[in-house]
């Protein structure tokens, strides 16, 4: 039955690309298509048939085991994406923007994850026993991160132009890297605390601290070294190998630390990317051509990243109890993400003394969120389910997964909205009658 795992995936890859015609249908984004694909392929839906229409046992199932043996595509398409996010830090970019939109990125995300830790941990004091303090620092980490698909589909359909879009463009593509660094140093304490044990000084803050220097190290090594072999290469096809080395060397390196002769370091396969992928896209001159191709080729992994992200969906916390549990946390962190988006980009815009219209309505179309805080919700669940943190596993990507699904519903008409008060969305012309031959 072991062989059967590439039809599975053959279908799998199938049943999305049909999705995005259903969501185009609806108007939706495709990630949406590509969720709920892998919720109804995954153990929890499709795999009932093959369960006697029963969630015992249901983590025996073939399907189960499918999805299990291929998450390995997550870690390494997530890597794929911190690659991309660091691409964006090109210092030419950096020197246009200046430091306003820097301070305005700082804020917005900052402010985002400030009022839902604020929120969550009111929740904590209230409920411990539901809303554990690793839940509380994991999400809060990943409340940080914007997903720009929604947001720049709204502005290309719309033709949108202004102050408030050239503002918008370059947030977007620094928010997810400065959601990177929040990540890497929250996590690494939530961690500590799931793991149990006495904590310490060294482990809630020395240890985290070690680890994310090791990481940034790594990644510039990687980086520097790929770009100093890329000058031997003329051939697009064999940069992009660099390139695709560059992320299964993070990768590998991660898995490689946390083994306990090496320490037994949780490093940060993202920041390793992210690092690479900047120093890649400075130094290298032809950095454009290589990554255009990067992008067609990495298509289809961020497609079966999303799939299997909605197949480890684990529905029976819906009905073990915990439902109740799932969607008010997810309220919390959805009114209290948008708030903390809103006011961050507001106090950023305010301090830099940006336009009127910048102030008042960039926070609304920073409500996507998608990708990047996908992949972290998946990572932040294998590295629970390792130290026996199953419940937070579980709640956290339920949480998210659930709240994706509502952003990427809201957060195109939020843009809309936004840009069309902003007056950068360009009114449409009534139909004029037809006129009369008579």
Not at 89 to 115: C, D, M, N, P, Y
Request: charged fraction near 15%; proline fraction near 3%; aromatic fraction near 12%.
């Amino acid at each position: 039955m072991e062989n059967l795992i590439f039809v599975y995936i053959a279908v799998l890859l199938l049943a999305a690309l049909l999705s995005t015609r259903l969501m185009k249908i609806f108007k939706l984004p495709n990630v949406t298509g590509y969720i709920v694909t892998g919720i109804i392929m995954g153990p929890f839906v499709l795999g009932l048939f093959f369960n006697n229409f029963t969630y015992e046992g249901i983590k025996e199932d073939y399907i189960y085991q499918f999805v299990s043996k291929i998450g390995w595509v997550s870690t390494v398409a997530l890597g794929f994406i911190a690659f991309s996010i660091g691409t964006s830090f090109k210092t030419s970019v950096l020197k246009t923007v200046g430091k306003r939109v820097i301070i305005i990125t700082i804020f917005e995300a900052i402010g985002a994850s400030l009022l839902v830790i604020i929120a969550l941990l009111i929740g904590h004091f209230i409920a411990p026993e539901h809303i554990s303090l690793e839940l509380v620092l994991t999400l809060s980490a990943i409340a940080s991160a914007t997903a720009p698909a929604a947001t720049l589909m709204v502005i290309k359909q719309y033709k949108a132009h202004g102050e408030l879009v050239n503002t918008l463009l370059p947030v977007v593509a620094l928010d997810d890297a400065v959601a990177l660094i929040l990540f890497a140093v929250l996590f690494q304490i939530a961690s500590g605390i799931a793991s149990g044990g006495e904590l310490s000084f060294y482990k809630m803050i020395g240890k985290p601290l070690i680890e994310i220097a090791i990481s940034l190290g790594i990644g510039a090594v990687v980086g520097l070294f790929i770009s100093f072999i890329n000058r031997f290469f003329k051939s697009r096809n064999n940069k992009l190998v660099l390139c695709i080395f560059s992320v299964f060397v993070s990768v590998g390196l991660y898995f490689l630390f946390k083994q306990p002769f090496m320490g037994g370091f949780e490093l940060s396969s993202l920041l390793m990317c992210m690092v690479a992928g900047a120093l890649f896209t400075n130094i290298c001159k032809d950095s454009d051509r290589t990554l255009d191709v990067l992008d067609r080729f990495t298509s289809p992994i961020y497609m079966m990243f999303f799939v299997i992200s909605g197949a480890s969906l684990d529905l029976t916390i819906f009905f073990n109890g915990n439902g109740g549990i799932v969607v008010l946390i997810a309220f919390i962190y959805i009114i209290f993400r948008v708030i903390g988006k809103y006011l961050g980009a507001f106090t950023g815009a305010s301090i830099t003394k940006s336009e009127p219209k910048v102030k008042k309505y960039l926070g609304l179309t920073l409500v996507p969120q998608a990708g990047v805080a996908i992949g972290l919700a998946t990572t932040t669940n294998k590295l629970f389910n390792e130290v026996g943190a199953f419940e937070a596993a579980s709640l956290v990507l339920a949480i998210i997964l659930t709240s994706t699904l509502v952003y990427e519903l809201i957060g195109p008409l939020a843009s809309k909205y936004a840009l069309t008060k902003a007056g950068e969305i360009e009114a449409e012309e009534p139909l004029k009658p037809k006129e009369s031959n008579k």
